[in-house]
Nanobody, 125 residues
């Protein structure tokens, strides 16, 4: 399975970006997908996840500002990021599970996700 992220870049505080992650998995619609981020010198942390049935979960730090969604026809998951803050500067990674279940707990551990993209850099100044 290949996950390819895009959409990162530089933005001023308060601005918005939309990240995309295209999956090569033919059964994408039945998988839980998530977004993680890793700032320099820090551990990778979960940001958002979406179950196969479309139910979403978010880290408290992004709740109300970020929105995860997916398009099963395009095998793509998105992360809409609004009201970005400088502490949001990080490499953002797309991740996938081998089943459709996920929730807030799954965002607390990277080992819950089996597939990872290469990441896309987001810089907020």
């Amino acid at each position: 399975v290949q996950l390819v992220e895009s959409g990162g870049g530089s933005v001023q505080a308060g601005g918005s970006l939309r990240l995309s992650c295209a999956s090569s998995e033919p059964t994408f619609s039945r998988r839980c997908m998530g977004w993680f981020r890793q700032a320099p010198g820090k551990e990778r942390e979960g940001v958002a996840a979406i179950r196969s049935d479309g139910t979403t979960s978010y880290a408290d730090s992004v709740k109300g500002r970020f929105t995860i969604s997916k398009d099963n026809a395009k095998n793509t998951v998105y992360l809409q990021m609004n009201s970005l803050k400088p502490e949001g500067t990080a490499m953002y990674y797309c991740a996938g599970r081998t089943d459709g279940n996920c929730g807030v707990w799954y965002l607390t551990t990277t080992s819950a996700f089996q597939y990872w993209g290469q990441g896309t850099q987001v810089t907020v100044s």
